[in-house]
């Protein structure tokens, strides 16, 4: 975290239009400066400005899709770290090709979905089986899978050589040979669009600040966001407000948030 | 709204990118779960995998238009519930025209818009006399022209074979036989951008988890919002906020609101 | 002020679609109303049933650009007035060579950007050298070099023939022989998304309302959004709230801003 604040790294984001303000939002709240681009006269450009980039696969279109694949390979060249989020892949034919072309074609630093897009991207999933962009009820990380989680993920680390961070009700970061699982987070984080997005924001702001230990980045990034949605929805609570309150103190914890009180509020073991 | 909460429908959303994060966010609050997807290569497979679609007519393009028809098409060959926001309609040529293609193409179960776009979508007022996205003062529903507004929506629902809701101050929503005349609400809803496209992805979610009875669905998704917009105003208000907090606020109420909360707050009547 | 109150000017805004709502949002706080449409089939009826204009280099792509000329143009000749904010400008060639066209193409009643891309506008800067979308720190406006960005802001109007605004922690608002220094405003305001956008949409709907004087126009809605700044953090942490909960403020103290308040808090001498 002192890197990103003494860093402020700039991120390029190809992301979706629904989140796109939340995840600028956020990554400014947690010490980075977004930068949003999708189109391919200018991306190349954009991203060899960039300290890290972020591509997510929410909304895309066949305008965009050039666009995340030639930054994606701009970043490669240059040594910036690239975070993938899948969202929706196994929704649409269009999408899981998608993800397969930038895994074909780009090398990730970081890849994060949810269990049923990471299914997708580890092509354990025929396409067309995701519930939309939420995960399906079948692929939720719980007690009973967890320790099967923990070896997929570690084993498509060791196959992508990508951190791996599969997000839901328990989140498991994964290199191939370590894994981190962590109880961050409040099951009312569902009911907000673009927590996922915007951890991706994170994660790739963090990654940017800390390139040679995406590892440690990512797991920092997936427990400030958990614990930031812990805060927001007790004090959301205690004023009165519901999900719509949550949500604006979720970045307002993002910004206020000290290595201490990460260090404190954090739960994770390594798996 | 037991319905919603327990079926939890998926609504595929082809909407403006002004306010498309809240209306995800709203669907959420609301009981569904939102996508969005707006590619012709992929809108099709999307709607398949949906319980509903909502298509609004704001920033449209060249792209988007094609979406929508193809979009509209399967969810009526697929027997799912579409609903119909035609914002803008009458500002120019190219969203009344689209109007028209998609009243031509798709049968809506639903047409929600404010009074001068639904004139447009009657055919009653020639292109180019609305006032932006906004509904003009000359149109506007006041209890002095309520009974020919009730008329002309009846009759609108019966030519389209949609339920039809006129929103503005006071709300109609009807079938050919029977209309809902509601009177919940605030006046400072106007001055949130996007109030009217998150009432359609609620209408869209609650047609969706009822799509038997589309007219009652439609008529408390309109109560609901109203209520929730009058609540958020009075908290706003005691908390030294305005419409910004308002807006929280908004969300913060559909996620909170239960069916007795909403039977004791609706002012409803038959028209 | 009392001018947009009674006027409520239709603002139409080609802007980038990371902070559009909350520029939608802000231009109904600020007593506009604002119409979003960026297809190039549509732009010049939707700019022709307009008071103003935005065009915001944020986020454009192959589509839109022909949209903000066309845009641009049509209300050159229909002598409504028009403001640009060149987001990014001489962060790619993509954006330069856009914002050249457009200030070849179009006459602007206001150029409104932090101080790197104004200085690309000015052609001070060869493109590249910029920070992203927020102002280098080389460039930053100070008491230091205070003076030189008045005169600069002065030739610039001079040669553009528009009102030129440099905004950051002093922010200047200068025609040809006058030029306000303005020191409202919050450093927190940076890290929020799209304050620089909601300020364009301020400036336009105040222009579109007061065509006749478009600098003290600018200059006004310039003192307003940096004095709804200072308020929004000064409530967000009384109410131990911090970014999230000043952005919502933001937009609070915008609908309630009063001329009275205005007038007291202002912070402005001429330069």
């Known amino acids: ?14 992301t979706n239009y629904v989140t796109v303000g939340d995840v600028a939002n956020m990554v400014l709240a947690c010490g980075g400066s977004p930068i949003m681009a999708d189109d391919p006269a200018e ?31 701009t970043a490669n060249r240059l040594g910036r770290p690239v975070v993938l989020d899948p969202v929706g892949a196994g929704a649409s034919r269009l999408r899981t090709e998608t993800v397969r072309q930038l895994l ?14 990471m299914r997708v991207v580890a092509q354990q999933q025929p396409a067309g089986a995701s519930r939309g962009v939420d995960a399906g009820a079948g692929d939720a990380t719980s007690e009973q899978n967890l320790d099967q989680v923990v070896r997929g993920a ?11 961070a599969v997000t839901g009700a328990i989140d498991v970061v994964a290199g191939p040979q370590r894994a981190y699982i962590i109880r961050n987070g409040h099951p009312m984080m ?6 996922g997005c915007m951890l991706t924001g994170v994660v790739a702001a963090w990654c940017a600040a800390n390139p ?27 004023e009165g407000g519901g999900v719509g ?3 604006i103190h979720l970045a307002d914890w993002m910004g206020k948030l000290t290595s201490a009180k990460l260090e404190e509020g954090r739960q994770v073991e390594l798996g």
């Open 1 to 14: 975290m002192e890197q990103v604040a003494a860093r402020r790294p700039l991120v390029h984001c190809i």
């Open 43 to 73: 991306v190349e450009e954009i991203t060899a400005i960039c300290d890290g980039l972020a591509l997510n696969t929410g909304t895309l279109n066949a305008r965009t899709i050039p666009s995340m694949l030639a930054a994606g390979r």
């Open 104 to 117: 074909e074609q780009v090398r990730f630093t970081v890849i994060r979905g949810n269990s049923s897009e």
């Open 154 to 164: 570690k084993e498509l680390a060791g196959r992508t050589g990508a951190v791996v």
């Open 190 to 195: 569902e009911r907000i669009t673009g927590t």
């Open 212 to 238: 040679q230990d995406p590892l440690r980045a990512a797991a920092a990034a997936v427990c400030a966001m958990g614990l930031c949605g812990q805060l927001a929805w007790e004090q959301a609570q205690r």
């Open 245 to 247: 309150l949550m949500r």
